[in-house]
């Protein structure tokens, strides 16, 4: 594992753009500081501070940070088409087969390489979620500090998941631009599938649906944290409840997506005449 990993390490940093996207795709989570720290003046009656209004307080920190922290992996989306695209233009996969390289091992090692890069960002935003959270939070039980670490875990699971999709598309189509142009016509199409179902059956069951679909079933991973916040500060509002916890069977319809992904990438790989 150790030896693909570092094979297709070094590619990368021999890549400028490469060195620069993944450079950016781990400062940008960083921005949260910035977040905490905002001061915004009300029409200059008065300045709020996000940092003192409780959002960054344990346990909601791990939940607040890593949904910030996913809409950011897009840059990294495009280090891993540029992967598989540039190994076909410059046909390095070739010279990599012909080296010794099995087509399972050549699939592993971009594999390792997600999985390596999903780790460092995991690492990331969970140390800079609990330093900001031990700076502002009222609470320092280790109990409630580490209640609902496993959003870090849905973190990591939805850029493996997500990686590994832009992994199959890189290889379906063999060009970076073409693999995220259907990237973006998966995301049309799973809505146009949502409402179809909706005008076939019901709501209610084309959202059930939805909910098995591979770029929906990765942002269910972790909801949106608003209404979460909403209802600290309006807590007689039964309205507002809504369920934000991290579920086993959306971490298992990812896994399995996952799994799907990297099958597949192999199957296309071992059938096609290079």
Not at 94 to 103: T, Y
Not at 142 to 157: K, P, W
Request: net charge positive; hydrophobic share 55%.
């Amino acid at each position: 594992m150790l030896r693909l990993l570092n094979l297709e390490l070094q590619k990368l940093l021999l890549n400028r753009t490469s060195k620069i996207l993944i450079f950016v795709s781990f400062i940008l989570p960083f921005f949260v500081i910035l977040l905490s720290s905002l001061k915004i003046n009300v029409f200059g009656f008065f300045t709020l501070e996000l940092g003192e209004l409780g959002i960054f307080n344990f346990p909601i920190i791990w939940h607040l940070t890593t949904f910030f922290a996913s809409q950011f992996k897009f840059f990294f989306a495009i280090v891993v088409v540029s992967m598989i695209g540039n190994e076909y233009s410059n046909k390095t996969i070739k010279q990599n087969l012909i080296d010794g390289l099995s087509k399972k091992e050549f699939i592993l090692s971009k594999f390792y390489t997600i999985v390596f890069f999903s780790l460092v960002s995991t690492f990331i935003i969970g140390l800079i979620s609990f330093c900001i959270g031990l700076y502002y939070s009222s609470y320092n039980e280790a109990s409630i500090i580490f209640s609902e670490i496993e959003f870090l875990f849905a973190y990591l699971l939805k850029l493996i998941g997500f990686f590994s999709l832009c992994l199959f598309l890189g290889m379906l189509v063999k060009r970076s631009a073409f693999a995220l142009a259907f990237l973006f016509i998966l995301f049309i199409t799973e809505w146009i599938l949502f409402g179809i179902f909706s005008w076939q059956f019901d709501v209610a069951l084309a959202g059930n649906i939805q909910d098995f679909f591979p770029l929906k079933s990765m942002y269910n991973l972790i909801d949106q944290p608003f209404q979460r916040i909403a209802m600290t500060k309006f807590p007689n509002k039964g309205e507002l409840i809504y369920d934000y916890a991290v579920h086993w069977h959306e971490l298992a319809i990812v896994m399995c997506w996952t799994a799907l992904f990297v099958f597949l990438s192999y199957r296309l790989l071992k059938n096609r005449d290079l």
